[in-house]
């Protein structure tokens, strides 16, 4: 067994997230929705998805309030607008 590789070795720090692929609670959200760009919409959706899924894997009470209500904002506004462009519309 290579000894640089022991279990009981300690493992690098994670590297950190990248600033800007999150969103988190505390950062600024749009209070309209509907003034974004659809592209400014989908990146928006991204990255509060992006927190969402690291609330989940990091606290075991589930993810901030905050967070949730904005990814439920978000899937509403992207809903209308998929609405509005009919089924299978891009």
Do not use: I, W
Not at 49 to 67: K, N, S
């Amino acid at each position: 067994m290579n000894p640089q590789l022991a279990p009981s070795l300690p493992r690098p720090p994670a590297a950190p997230t990248a600033p800007g692929t999150f969103l988190a609670p505390a950062d600024p959200f749009p209070s309209d929705l509907s003034e974004l760009g659809l592209n400014e919409l989908q990146v928006l959706h991204s990255r509060v998805c992006r927190r969402l899924e690291q609330e989940y894997l990091a606290d075991p009470d589930g993810p901030h309030p905050v967070t949730k209500d904005r990814c439920q904002e978000l899937v509403a506004e992207l809903d209308t607008r998929q609405r509005l462009l009919g089924p299978g519309g891009c």
